[in-house]
């Protein structure tokens, strides 16, 4: 079956970094859409970035020039570098692998900043 396991979250400083990873399994990795998502308490789950099948890539306004997503079809990952965290991007950070009309989801991995 489909799965997609996300480690690299933790609590860290303002100003400092993570490094999300994403690993999946029982899909054709390299011909999926990945991104990360997240959800932050009582907030709706909003896009922070995507990195298409060619290697296109988008991010959301909140953290352009402070992440970077990338990702390795060798080894079934898609990478979150985060840097510069601040407080607001405290949340709950979540894989997805689309294409076509599948959709998949990770269980998600707490990231949580202090000031």
């Known amino acids: 079956q489909v799965q997609l396991v996300e480690s690299g979250g933790g609590l860290v400083q303002a100003g400092g970094s993570l490094r999300l990873s994403c690993v999946a399994s029982?899909?054709?990795?390299?011909?999926?859409?990945m991104g990360w998502y997240r959800q932050a308490p009582g907030k709706q789950r909003e896009l922070v970035a995507n990195i298409g099948s060619g290697g296109s890539t988008n991010y959301a306004n909140s953290v352009k020039g402070r992440f970077t997503i990338s990702r390795d079809n060798a080894k079934n990952t898609v990478y979150l570098q985060m840097n510069s965290l601040k407080p607001e991007d405290t949340a709950v950070y979540y894989c997805?692998?689309?294409?076509?009309?599948?959709?998949?989801w990770g269980h998600g991995t707490q990231v949580t900043v202090s000031s």
């Open positions: 997805s692998a689309a294409t076509g009309p599948y959709n998949f």
């Open positions: 029982g899909i054709k990795f390299s011909i999926y859409a």
